[in-house]
């Protein structure tokens, strides 16, 4: 079964590779295909499922309430709340509405899809806890967060605390590493790499950097992608969540945790694909 640990300070373990949802429910005719995708996933143990009210203006939310239909105690299922509808009222009723669409009565985590919407934060994390405590969401994280708007999310909360950050993170953006990633480590905030694969545009068709991860892949006897994901996930407290719907993506993903980068091959990466200098903005999607 694939790797797992601690999810941030939740005492819950999350399996290291989970499964995007980004423009799954976008094309109907595609529909079996993505159920299909994600429950090979689960079957793998790639049970960290990840949505959005804003995928597909819900859509995505329901092919996932599709797949996991049945399977609902498997699976650390998490979808976000838009900034837009994030007033107090606003988190509250797109949470049922996400419930109703996903087929479920809880959510183990709800996300604040960016910061900086018309509803102030702590409207938005009074709502969150209120979901707490009537049993609606077990946890609550952020996304898109800096660190200054990480530190102010935290202070808005009485009773809970943010579990996790989902950020823009893959091997050609790494903003992350310049202070979200420490500050998380110390306050025991997960980090959840989104768009692992650029949206696709990886690994690079040539040049120095396919070089480097087609040796440091053959080296490991793993696939480029399988490197990448690992590279991700390499140390506690990281998380990455990549979207397949070509089953053997899944499978692939699948082998991207359970071992480990060689310190050589950690050290090629890092001059191959430095981290930008402290004070670069945070990238999004
Ligand atoms: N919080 C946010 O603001 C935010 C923003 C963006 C994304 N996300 C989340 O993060 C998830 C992942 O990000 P993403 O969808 O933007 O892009 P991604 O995971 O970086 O890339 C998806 C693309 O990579 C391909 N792929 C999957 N596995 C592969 C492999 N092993 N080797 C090569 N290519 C592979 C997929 O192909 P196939 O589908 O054809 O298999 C798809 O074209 C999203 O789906 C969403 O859940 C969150």
């Known amino acids: 079964m694939i790797e797992t640990r601690e999810f941030g300070r939740t005492g819950v373990q999350v399996p290291v590779i989970g499964q995007g949802t980004w423009n799954v429910g976008d094309d109907p005719s595609s529909e079996a295909r993505e159920v299909k995708a994600l429950r090979v996933g689960l079957d793998l ?41 994030a007033s107090h009222q606003g988190t509250v009723r797109a949470c049922e509405q996400s419930l109703r669409r996903l087929g479920t009565d809880r959510l183990d985590l709800y996300l604040l899809h960016w910061p900086g919407g018309q509803h102030p934060l702590a409207e938005t994390m009074g709502a969150f806890e209120a979901l707490v405590a009537a049993g609606k ?22 009773t809970e605390r943010i579990a996790c950050n989902q950020v823009l993170y893959h091997m050609a953006s790494r903003g992350v590493e310049t202070e979200v990633l420490a500050f998380c480590r110390r306050e025991g905030m997960a980090v959840v790499a989104y768009s692992p694969f650029a949206q696709g545009a990886f690994p690079p068709r040539d040049g120095r950097r396919r070089e480097v991860l087609e040796t440091i892949a053959e080296a490991h006897g793993k696939t480029m992608s399988q490197v990448a994901l690992r590279f991700l996930t390499r140390e506690d407290g990281l998380f990455a969540i990549p979207k397949a719907v070509r089953v053997e993506h899944v499978r692939e993903n699948a082998g991207g945790a359970g071992w480990a980068l060689s310190p050589s091959a950690l050290a090629t990466i890092h001059q191959a694909f430095p981290v930008p200098p402290p004070g670069t903005p945070l990238d999004t999607a």
Not at 54 to 76: L, P, T
């Open 45 to 85: 143990g790639l049970t960290h499922i990840d949505t959005a009210e804003m995928y597909g203006d819900g859509r995505s939310e329901q092919v996932v309430g599709r797949a996991i239909a049945g399977r609902r105690d498997e699976v650390f299922l998490v979808t976000k709340v838009l900034p837009s509808n």
């Open 137 to 158: 969401i077990r946890f609550i994280g952020v996304s898109n967060f800096t660190l200054d708007e990480l530190r102010v999310a935290q202070q808005c909360l009485s």
